[in-house]
């Protein structure tokens, strides 16, 4: 087959093949030959839209070298922001007059293993309650030095939302004052929301046939 | 051979929170010439809201430092929806805030929803449904919240009351969603079914009742002396503290801020409903409760009007998103044995139509693919902003959720209104912070 009048195939690294996660055995069901490739890295220009250019314009001549790229998705805009300038660009969401993020819902963590020097991210999700606004601000660190800046001395509530991250990723926050597990008992090994630890569990016995443990099951993904 | 090594022979190797720093800490405080009590409270302690475990240190009677210790509840919510799909997710969200699972159910479904781009075509009259089931758990919630303060405080009235009133509640959402707790009624693109026939009337003699029980609780405690000198100057945070500590909800408001999110950043056609934020200025226990009963109030307002326009222009419209890649394939129906997937959905699927069947199986089974990407939807649990951060990868289960539950960040609140304070306080601080631990540690 020529592929010459075909458009240019996605770079992309590849998702999953086939169709419903039949990895042993043949895939009879004719989707075989399937590759699903994985979404690509977003980035968005200008203009962003809605109050987002506003935010943007307020951050970026101080943090222009700070901010990695700008994703607007969803009605929703996410700052990434190198893990070195964390800090004063935290600093600045909050205390800038056209900014004002006042309140913090928190740090969530999210293991993306196959984003290599990027695989463990920490989101940041910020409200203004002066502007009626939100953001979010993602920070990655890879997987072999887990380290970002502690951002409890702008926002004092996240003590407790990066010592959990910490406990369920092993991202470690440099300048977090008692930074210890907080779900999890103190001499757990591992880090369980990581997608490198296993979920657990045992098959079970239903009416004479036995159903494998959750992360034994097939799956379609 | 030692008990221990016995038991780790035959059991592997055992976790618990006793020795590490611990010791050492039961040890420097046991050298210093100081007269320090270092008092253990929790986790079993009927006054500690579920496993909360306090670590106080006293000083004569008053607290010097208050630590909190969680994690007694973890369960690994958050891990297990990774293994299982989009809709079975909401089966576990429910269980997190064991007393607002609807709230759980809501945030989550929004945020699924925010990603495959479906908010704008929810159905209206499951928008109206959430709203309904949403308020009548605040109430609930809310009881519990009063009792176990009443309860917390060494008054049982106010817990027998609060406890017959939300028994009301608990037999409507028994009566709409099939059971008193942990429903998994509200899912993506909409609810599980229907109200049923006669709920409509059933709200409605709650709606004639409720208003009186909430007097004569306001009768019993709003100006009762023992009550009041409990509550009233005990606690206090003021709106730089809840700012900087990330609290929300009833101690926010009562710190004098109006902010709540069904006012500010609506969803579910909150917008178009018409209620009042209360909000008190004291800073205090006392407010917070002052709080959360003119809360009650406002939301039997609005399930009235949820009620009238479920009973009226939205009567009889779909309850489920009419796209059938998202949409589950069945309605559930009363039978002889409990609520299942409707008789008529059953004949069709098994004896007229094979596309149904397989659809109704690789629907059910495989659930449906989320686009890529990550989204945050929030409702105003009554605890404060339940944010549920949904990340997806493109599969039929979720990459990651994670939940911002309120109880988690409010906790963080108890050093700063406990230290200083007497150790009696302490117990009415917990109480007006309302944690719940299924919540905290999910």
């Known amino acids: 087959m020529t592929t010459e009048n075909l458009p240019g195939l996605p770079e992309e690294p590849v998702a999953r093949k086939g169709m419903f996660g039949v990895k042993d055995s043949g895939d009879t069901s004719g989707y075989n030959r399937l590759v699903v490739r994985r979404a690509p890295k977003l980035s968005s220009s200008r203009p962003y839209g809605s109050y987002f250019d506003e935010v943007a314009d307020a951050l970026e001549p101080a943090f222009a070298d700070a901010i990695e790229r700008v994703v607007v998705d969803r009605g929703e805009v996410t700052f990434h922001v190198r893990r070195e300038r964390l800090p004063e660009v935290m600093q600045h969401l909050r205390d800038d007059a056209a900014l004002r993020f006042e309140l913090s819902l928190g740090v969530s963590g999210v293991h993306y293993p196959e984003e290599t020097g990027a695989e463990l991210h920490a989101v940041y999700h910020l409200c203004s309650i002066t502007h009626n606004r939100r953001v979010r601000v993602e920070v990655s660190c890879p997987d072999a030095d887990p380290h970002i800046p502690s951002t409890v001395q702008v926002y004092p509530t996240h003590d407790w939302h990066e010592r959990e991250t910490y406990d369920f990723f092993g991202i470690v926050f440099d300048g977090h004052p008692a930074l210890t597990r907080i779900e999890m ?9 990581r997608k490198d630890y296993p979920l657990g569990g045992i098959p079970v016995e239903y009416r004479g046939a036995e159903v494998p443990a959750p992360d034994r099951r097939r799956s379609y993904s | 051979m030692s008990t221990t090594e016995t038991a780790t022979e035959t059991q592997g190797r055992i976790y618990d929170v006793a020795g590490q720093d611990w010791d050492e800490l039961v040890k420097t405080v046991s050298e210093s010439a100081d007269e320090r009590l270092v008092v253990n409270m929790g986790p079993q302690h009927p006054s500690t809201h579920g496993v909360l475990r306090l670590v106080l240190t006293l000083d004569g009677e008053t607290v010097t430092e208050a630590r909190t210790v969680i994690g007694y509840l973890h369960t690994g919510i958050e891990k297990n929806m990774e293994y299982r799909t989009w809709t079975q997710g909401v089966t576990f969200v429910t269980r997190m805030d064991y007393l607002a699972p609807i709230f759980n159910e809501t945030a989550y479904c929004m945020g699924v929803e925010k990603l495959l ?46 406890f ?58 709003d100006a009762n002396p023992v009550y009041t000198r409990r509550t009233k100057d005990v606690a206090y945070l003021d709106l730089t503290g809840c ?20 006012k500010s ?13 209360p909000t008190q200025n004291t800073c205090d226990v006392y407010g917070r409760y002052l709080v959360r009963m003119a809360e009650m109030e406002e939301s039997l307002k609005i399930i009235e009007q949820a009620l009238d326009r479920l009973s009226g222009p939205l009567k009889g419209g779909p309850v489920m998103i009419e796209d059938k890649k998202i949409g589950w394939p069945s309605q559930l129906a009363l039978g002889p044995d409990g609520l299942g997937n409707s008789p008529d959905h059953i004949a069709h699927i098994m004896g007229s139509s094979m596309e149904a069947l397989i659809h109704h199986f690789k629907l059910v089974t495989e659930g449906f693919r989320v686009p890529a990407g990550q989204a945050y939807a929030s409702v105003e649990s009554p605890r404060g902003e339940l944010g549920a951060h949904v990340v997806s990868d493109g599969g039929t289960r979720p990459y990651r959720v994670h939940f911002r539950d ?13 230290e200083g304070g007497m150790v009696a306080d302490v117990i009415s601080a917990v109480a007006s912070i309302d944690p719940v631990m299924g919540g905290v540690d999910r």
């Open chain 1, 185 to 193: 008992p103190d001499d757990w090994e591992g880090h369980p929301q």
């Open chain 2, 117 to 162: 781009g479906i908010t704008d075509r929810i159905p209206d009259r499951a928008q109206a449904i959430r709203v309904l089931t949403m308020e009548l758990t605040r109430i609930s919630s809310h009881l519990v919240a009063i009792a176990t303060y009443g309860l917390e405080l060494g008054a049982t009235t106010p817990m027998l009351f609060g």
């Open chain 2, 265 to 277: 950043q609506p969803y579910c056609g909150y917008e178009t409903y018409d209620f009042d934020v």
């Open chain 2, 406 to 418: 309120p109880s988690f960040t409010n906790l963080q609140a108890v050093p700063a209104t406990c």
């Open chain 2, 243 to 262: 700012m900087a500590l990330g609290v929300t909800g009833p101690m926010l408001r009562a710190a004098g801020l109006p902010w709540d999110l069904r």
């Open chain 2, 164 to 221: 017959r009133e939300r028994e009301m509640v608990l037999d409507l959402m028994e009566y709409i969603t099939g059971l008193r707790m942990n429903m998994a009624y509200v899912r993506p693109g909409g609810v599980s079914v229907d109200l049923p026939a006669g709920a409509v009337d059933k709200i409605g003699e709650f709606l004639k009742i409720m208003p009186g029980r909430i007097k004569e609780m306001r009768k019993l405690l």
